[in-house]
């Protein structure tokens, strides 16, 4: 299994007391950037491409217990960038 990167923001926050190891994290990520090791409800989900994340919120709403958590980067929350400007969309 790959070790996650430290370097990276991770935005996928999995709480270890309300887990219950179930995979379906893992079998709905469209990025497959969540590893579960299949069959042991031992181990706990691993984020193992945090910076590919695209903030879908699917793992999220998919686990049984509300044990994952999106956070966004304050960089997203405070950006400040006119849309309709990146867009090419003229603003009447
Ligand atoms: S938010 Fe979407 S892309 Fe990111 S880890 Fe969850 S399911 Fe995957
Ligand atoms: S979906 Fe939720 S309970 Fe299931 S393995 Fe992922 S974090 Fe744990």
Same mark, same amino acid.
């Given at each position: 299994?790959?070790?996650?990167? #430290?370097? $990276? !923001?991770?935005? &996928?926050?999995?709480?270890?007391?309300?887990?219950?190891?179930?995979?379906?994290?893992?079998?709905?990520?469209?990025?497959?950037?969540?590893? #579960?090791?299949?069959?042991?409800?031992?181990?706990?989900? $691993?984020?193992?491409?945090?910076?590919?994340?695209?903030?879908?919120?699917?793992?999220?709403?998919?686990?049984?217990?509300?044990? &994952?958590? $999106?956070? !966004?980067?304050?960089?997203? &929350?405070?950006?400040?960038?006119?849309?309709?400007?990146?867009?090419?969309?003229?603003?009447?």
């Amino acid at each position: 299994m790959t070790t996650p990167r #430290k370097d $990276v !923001f991770n935005p &996928i926050r999995i709480n270890a007391e309300t887990c219950v190891k179930c995979n379906l994290c893992d079998w709905i990520c469209p990025g497959d950037l969540i590893y #579960k090791e299949e069959d042991n409800r031992e181990t706990l989900p $691993v984020i193992k491409y945090p910076d590919e994340c695209w903030y879908c919120g699917l793992c999220q709403s998919i686990c049984p217990t509300n044990a &994952i958590t $999106v956070v !966004f980067p304050e960089q997203m &929350i405070h950006n400040r960038t006119d849309v309709a400007s990146l867009l090419g969309k003229v603003i009447e």
